[in-house]
Each structure stands twice: as C-alpha cells, then as structure tokens.
C-alpha cells in the first residue's frame, strides 16, 4: 500500500505544487487533485460495469428467442464443418447448446454481481492507499527536509543529489509510462474504429481502449486485456448477422464475429508498444538503453511476475542513480 501511494504521490505531486501556488492552501489543493481522481476513477468503472453488464443481460435474453438459437446452431454447424473429422464426434445436440450458452451468460453476470459484492478488501486497500497518498503529498516536502536533517555533513551534497536523482528517475519513468499507456488506449481505440468501420459492430470502443491503456502500466499485459471484452462484445453484438457470422481475414481465414481480426489487431497494438513505445519512451525516461528495460522486464518477471514486471524498469532506474553516485564518491573521495 505505501508503494502504490508513494508512486501515486509522485505522479500527483507537480499538480498539487501547481494548484498550492495558485491557491495558497496545500491542504485544500491535495482535496481538489485527489477527489477529483477519485471521482473520474469511480465513475469511469462504474459506468463501463453498468454498461457491460446490461449488454450482457440482454444477450441472455435473446437467447431465448428462436431465430436466435437457429442462428446459433447454424454458426456452430460451420465450425464444426471447418474442425477435423474426429472433432465432429463431440458437437453438441441444439438443447444442450442452448442450456449451455444461457449457463456461461448467466454465469458470467453472477460472477460479476458476485465480484462487486466482494470488493471490501479491495475497497479497503484502496481507501488506506489513497490516505496514504494524502499524507504524503501533503507532507512530502517536510518528510524530505527531514530526510536531509539525517544526512552527515561531510555527504550533505552528495546526499542531496541522490535524493534528487532518484526522485527525478522515478518521477520520469512514471510519465513515460503514462504516455505509453496512452498511445496503447489511443491506439486500440483506433483500431477498434477501424474494425467498425468493416462491420464489426463494436461497442464500448472507448471504454476498452481506456482498459487496454491502463492495464498496459504492467508491461506486456495491457492489449491483451482489452482484447477480452472486445471478443465477447463482438459475439454478442454479432449473434445472427449473417455477414459477420461468415466473415473472412483477409479473404482467406474464417473469422466468425470478427474474433481473429480483434485478436490480431490486439497484437499489432501490442508488439509496437513493446518493440517501439515502451522502450523508446520508459527507457529515454529512466536514462536507460532500451535493451536494459526488455532485461529488466524479462528479470522482474520472472521473479515477482506482473507485479515485478511493473516495478522493474523503476528499480533499475534507482540502481543506476545509486551506482553513479557511489563511483563519484569512490573516485572524489579525497575530496571529502
């Protein structure tokens, strides 16, 4: 929890110190910056939740219609016809399809319904992160001169540029991630349109490019998860349009409900923002090569997973500032 509030407190931070200037109030600028990213962050899940979960009931429902369930059974013969032969052995009669389908749905929203009621953890985390990130932004500038009271005279220079440095690496490596975080949403946004515009009939576009961008602050993760939402909205959406259901990528490989032309574009967004933006934009902000930040990556990774993966390229960064500062002291020591 000190984590997150401490990298929240550095990405909020140059707004307070704005608004602290123009106002003249500390306190009541922290209120301002971290209510106002509250209330953007509630009601963005919120309505994306109540929008996704109402698409879903009406899916169920015309589930139960039966122009509906023909629909359905004539795509599942088409799949069936392009599987292998001994794959054909295990098709479904059109009963246990259509118990099945209204199962997985009606899963689907319990399970959603069931997560929004256990969210208490999650809610309590949250609520200590965020006053734990009060706290710090408005102490931040005391703790940090008194941070420098404990440092020895002989290495009161060096001390303060350490601190500097650091800070400074992490504050740069935070934007850089929010800008790639961005190109990520603006992208898959854009390829979402342009699905739309050959027939896929997309909805929530920008609330899953919005996701897309957000989970890509864990590095390799992020387009990969809006591709999720994106496949089932195109089912769903697509259920009984006869052009969909025999779609063709590229002319050649079936792609029924547009899924394979979701997931290939999911792909593009997201080996251009690992082989270009990321390393392009988080290495130049942290100072590092940008072969530095695939190993620190492939190294968080393997030890911590998502979670390392996200504090990988920070990590490297700091060692790098510690490293620096520690030959300048080795080299100057008789200096001292």
Request: hydrophobic share 55%; aromatic share 12%.
């Amino acid at each position: 929890m000190l984590i997150f509030a401490f990298l929240f407190t550095s990405v909020l931070l140059p707004s307070v110190d704005f608004l602290e200037r123009k106002i003249k109030s500390r306190g009541l600028s922290v209120l301002i910056i971290t209510v106002a990213l509250c209330a953007t962050f509630v009601l963005f899940l919120g309505s994306f939740a109540s929008n996704f979960i109402e698409q879903a009931s009406s899916f169920s429902t015309r589930l139960n219609e039966e122009h509906t369930m023909d629909n359905l059974n004539v795509f599942m013969e088409k799949v069936m016809d392009a599987m292998p032969d001994f794959v054909s052995e295990f098709k479904p009669d059109e009963t246990a399809l259509a118990t099945k389908l209204q199962d997985v749905v009606k899963g689907v929203i319990q399970n959603l319904l069931t997560f929004a009621g256990k969210v208490g953890g999650f809610i309590f985390t949250t609520i200590m992160v965020i006053i734990f990130t009060i706290i710090l932004l408005h102490e931040y500038h005391n703790f940090k001169r008194s941070l420098v009271h404990f440092i020895p005279n002989k290495y009161f220079e060096v001390g303060l540029r350490l601190i500097f440095n650091i800070e400074h690496q992490i504050s740069s490596y935070l934007r850089g991630q929010l800008l790639a975080a961005s190109s990520v949403g603006i992208m898959s946004i854009i390829g979402l349109f342009i699905l739309n515009l050959m027939g896929a009939n997309l909805t929530l576009i920008v609330f899953i490019g919005i996701i897309a961008g957000l989970a890509n602050l864990i590095p390799l993760v992020g387009p990969f998860v809006g591709m999720i939402p994106a496949i089932l909205i195109a089912i769903m959406n697509n259920l009984g349009n006869e052009a969909a259901m025999n779609h063709y990528l590229f002319g050649v490989i079936p792609s029924w409900f547009y899924i394979f032309d979701i997931a290939l574009m999911f792909l593009i967004v997201q080996q251009i923002d690992n082989n270009f933006v990321t390393p392009i934009l988080v290495g130049e902000s942290v100072g590092l090569h940008p072969i530095m930040v695939i190993i620190a990556l492939l190294i968080g990774g393997t030890l911590l997973g998502p979670l390392g993966m996200l504090f990988a390229v920070p990590a490297a960064g700091v060692l790098k500032v510690i490293f620096q500062e520690v030959s300048f002291v080795t080299k100057n020591a008789h200096l001292l």
